[in-house]
């Protein structure tokens, strides 16, 4: 990255702990065979040395929790939110597990963006000082050049997006055969934008013993998927820090006008990127405005009310069970026969008037040792009123998140399309790519001219509507196609040996 180029900063990860241990302790969920936390005292001087020249005064839950494990070399899936100091719980166990005299790369840690990539080498280069590890950031969107000569002078951690670092391990310009350490960082993130056809793939180029941990805000039925992939029989620990009667769900307010409710929700839902989901509305008109305004937008979605027959009511529900229907929007009595485990969302059209009615639709999420999300839209006066009592009868600590902008929506939507094009050339054969050469100079005009740009956004936007709309790809789906690939290609071997076979005869 060029001293030129601007990047937002990112949310500052804190290392103060804003509210006092103890508390934080007891709502700590540990393995059974459980490590004694650490505090700064207790670090190797070097370790010990670099919470110094950081600015530390103490360790965060997250790191004093977590690092016991880490320094065990146990496989660990940590439940932690942004600003935990969960960067610092992983780079220090990383600086003791990794050889400085050794100048092959020994580290990963993948991340979702290149914000986070840049983030966490922030914090990696702070750490480390001048002790003679050094770290690299790779990920896409820029050029390969100032990428390609930090991995030729030698790096021992690798902070990298899964489709730049599968980039360079195509080219050949990475090596991951010394590897040591593998981190997941912000995990349903990755999966959220589309990566874990890049993930699996890398874990193709992975010696075959590697310490792995995995951090994740929230742990739906897919991350836990994912670290069935790359870990086996992993701890989990839980600093969630929530105050909740439906424990394994994440409860969470954007205040909102009425009026803006449904431009809202389908932003939340471009945000998120749920597999699939379940909108509650208190009214059956309601119900069938927000299916609407989905499916205009081009959402897979249908409705469920009582104004449906009974036989249209199965059908959809049936759709929603088998994978068929992404998003079903619902009142509360039609949705009473639905039943799906591995949901991740419910989304909240309306407060309910009723308290045990909001326990029992966000009971729909976080189910089968899975956590889940549940986001509820306030709007006037009422319904905040409505949302006190719920937090108050229920001791539900709500997150309030702000209402998402179009320039927040823009950069994410920008790194998703980034990730879907960059996949679509890495699987381009040569001839496809000589081929799309004819076009380049057309893009490079069509990009002076205003009217050209309004074309080329248009191409762009079509794509996103076809790909992106649908839900993100699964552990179950991409396993599924590795093996008919594999199979695939054994019939072929079998069929050139058999006819190589007749032509010999």
Not at 166 to 189: C, I, N, T
Not at 414 to 440: P, Y
Not at 445 to 462: P, S, T, W, Y
Request: proline residues 5%.
């Amino acid at each position: 990255m060029s001293e030129t180029e601007t990047i937002e900063k990112p949310e500052e990860e804190i290392n103060e702990p804003t509210i006092p241990e103890q508390a934080v302790e007891d709502e700590v969920e540990e393995p059974e065979d459980s490590l004694p936390s650490v505090q700064i005292k207790d670090l190797p001087p070097r370790l010990a040395e670099a919470t110094t020249r950081a600015g530390w005064s103490s360790l965060t839950p997250v790191q004093s929790k977590a690092m016991p494990y880490l320094f065990a070399g146990r496989p660990l899936m940590v439940q932690a939110r942004t600003g935990s100091g969960k960067t610092g719980a992983f780079i220090m166990p990383i600086m003791e597990l990794v050889n400085r005299y050794q100048e092959e790369t020994q580290a990963l840690v993948l991340v979702p963006t290149r914000e986070l990539a840049t983030q966490v080498v922030a914090e990696a280069k702070m750490l480390f000082g001048d002790g003679g590890l050094r770290v690299t950031a790779v990920y896409g969107g820029v050029g390969y050049g100032a990428q390609l000569k930090a991995l030729r002078e030698g790096t021992h951690l690798i902070v990298g997006t899964p489709g730049r670092v599968l980039d360079h391990l195509l080219r050949g310009s990475m090596s991951l055969k010394k590897l040591k350490v593998l981190v997941f960082d912000e995990a349903d993130r990755m999966l959220s934008m589309g990566f874990y056809p890049d993930m699996r793939r890398v874990q193709e180029y992975l010696p075959g013993k590697v310490y792995t941990c995995m951090f994740s805000a929230t742990f739906p039925h897919t991350v836990r998927s994912l670290a069935r992939q790359f870990m086996e029989k992993p701890d989990f620990l839980s600093l969630s820090r929530d105050h909740v009667h439906v424990a394994d769900t994440s409860h969470q307010t954007v205040t909102v006008s009425s009026m803006d409710k449904d431009r809202t929700l389908i932003r939340l839902i471009e945000l998120e990127n749920p597999d699939s989901a379940i909108i509650f509305c208190n009214t059956k008109q309601r119900v069938h405005y927000v299916s609407v305004v989905l499916q205009r937008f081009g959402y897979n979605a249908d409705e469920l009310s009582g104004d449906l027959p009974q036989k249209d009511r199965e059908k959809v529900m049936d759709r929603l069970r088998k994978g068929k229907l992404r998003f079903c929007v619902a009142t509360d009595v039609a949705a009473r026969g639905i039943d799906i485990s591995d949901l991740s969302h419910v989304f909240q059209f309306e407060v309910p008037e009723d308290p045990e009615i909001y326990i029992h639709r966000a009971g729909r999420t976080g189910r089968a040792g899975s956590t889940g999300t549940a986001i509820t839209l306030v709007g006037d006066f009422s319904e905040q009123v409505l949302l006190k009592k719920i937090a108050k009868q229920y001791n539900i600590e709500f997150e309030e998140r702000p209402s998402p902008d179009e320039a927040a929506l823009a950069r994410v939507v920008t790194e998703r399309m980034t990730v879907q094009l960059e996949a679509q050339m890495r699987d381009r054969d040569k001839l496809r790519v000589e081929r799309l050469q004819r076009f380049v100079p057309m893009v490079k005009e069509l990009a002076n001219d205003e009217e050209g740009v309004q074309l080329i956004a248009m191409l762009l936007d079509d794509l996103y509507q076809q790909s992106l709309h649908a839900p993100p790809v699964t552990v179950e789906e991409t396993a599924a196609r590795q093996e008919d690939s594999s199979e695939s290609g054994k019939r072929k071997k079998k069929r050139r040996r058999r006819s190589r076979g007749r032509s010999g005869n």
